[in-house]
């Protein structure tokens, strides 16, 4: 299946923006590197009308209930607004944020 039409699918700028603060915050961990490469090419794929990450590859690289969840959003997106905003609800209850140890490590590298 294609995700090139994920972009089209949010009602605004807004709606896609929160959507790919919850792949980065609360999915993208960087501690499995691999799933956390294939999560933010996912992150870039929701603003993008080319293939930066396929179906088969998230399925072969991220975790059972992250890739239902991922599986979640590319159907709330092809159903409704609605559908979307739920979704975004539903994820940020089930997945606490992340914190992000590169970020941490670069901040304290530059002082």
Do not use: P
């Not at 998230?58 to 239902?68: C, T």
């Not at 979307?84 to 089930?94: L, N």
């Amino acid at each position: 299946m294609s995700l090139t039409d994920l972009s089209f699918g949010f009602r605004d700028e807004s709606q896609r923006r929160r959507v790919q603060a919850v792949v980065h915050d609360r999915l993208a961990d960087d501690r499995d590197q691999q799933e956390c490469r294939c999560l933010m090419r996912f992150w870039w794929q929701l603003s993008m009308r080319y293939s930066e990450v396929t179906a088969e590859q998230l399925a072969a690289n991220v975790s059972r209930a992250k890739l239902d969840t991922i599986e979640a959003l590319i159907q709330a997106i092809r159903t409704s607004h609605a559908a979307i905003d739920a979704w975004v609800t539903d994820a940020e209850r089930a997945f606490g944020l992340i914190d992000d140890r590169g970020f941490w490590a670069a901040l304290e590298r530059d002082f």
